[in-house]
């Protein structure tokens, strides 16, 4: 990688994967992993879902595609458990199973009952615009219109699209950490065992498997683009 380049960290949440789509800039469909190749359709399941956005603003481009996993935090998981438990039945084993089944039930109450919790992961539909420093996400002082647009094209790198499909949803979810430069991955690294031990897992309730790498800026990941199993960029 060349000089300079920026990395992303990311929780890798134990969960189950989702695709969202958005037409017009609204929710139009989310589907399940499914076999890898044909998805189960669960767009009531995720309407649910507090953390996923169902309509995006003027200014990004009307057709979507937001990709994430569905968890269920533990205190939520301890809450149903303790249900279960004043009427006799057997509590929850598995965190992970249980948000997954979760999506598949019909009865979208129920689904709603259970509160899930999505991490987006990546934004398709999402480019830099060539020429264009993006502004800071998290400047306050900058106008959303201004952060996203230029010419009808947006100007988010990928840190900055999954911060402000956050801010969206207007929940609580662990920033990307970018990391300038891979003189400092290690200490990024090492540090990150102590976000996942005491914010993602103990502070946040979220269940990880480790952390992500990524490439965070578009010109770098199309440079390298994708593998037969993984993109060459994470």
């Known amino acids: 990688h060349p000089e300079g380049t920026t990395y992303t960290l990311e929780p890798k949440v134990d969960g189950g994967s989702l ?6 800039r609204k929710l139009s469909m989310a589907l399940t992993r499914g076999d890898g190749t044909n998805g189960e359709d ?11 956005p169902k309509t995006l603003p003027i200014g990004l481009p009307p057709t979507l595609n937001i990709r994430g996993e ?3 935090t533990m205190s939520q998981f301890n809450r149903l458990n303790d249900e279960l438990a004043r009427v006799g039945r057997d509590p929850y084993k598995n965190r992970r199973n249980l948000a997954n089944g979760s999506m598949k039930l019909k009865d979208v109450r ?14 398709l539909g999402i480019e830099s615009a060539p020429g264009f420093l993006s502004p800071d996400a998290e400047d306050p ?19 900055q699209a999954l ?4 801010r969206l949803a207007h929940t609580r979810q662990p920033q990307c950490w970018r990391v300038y430069d891979k003189k400092h991955l290690a200490a990024a690294i090492e540090h990150n065992r102590v976000l996942r031990a005491e914010l993602w897992e103990k502070g946040m309730g979220m269940e990880t498997h480790g952390i992500f790498i990524k490439l965070d800026a578009t010109e770098h990941r199309r440079a390298l683009g994708l593998g037969t199993k993984s993109p060459r960029w994470a």
Request: without cysteine; hydrophobic residues 45%.
């Open 19 to 24: 695709s969202v789509h958005y037409v017009d």
């Open 42 to 52: 669960v767009t009531q399941a995720a309407l649910t879902i507090a953390d996923i």
């Open 70 to 72: 569905v968890f269920i």
């Open 110 to 123: 129920e689904v709603a009952h259970r509160k899930l919790s999505f991490m987006p992961w990546q934004i």
């Open 141 to 159: 002082n900058i106008p959303e219109s201004v952060k996203l647009t230029t010419m009808g094209r947006t100007g988010l790198e990928h840190s």
């Open 163 to 166: 911060e402000f499909v956050h």
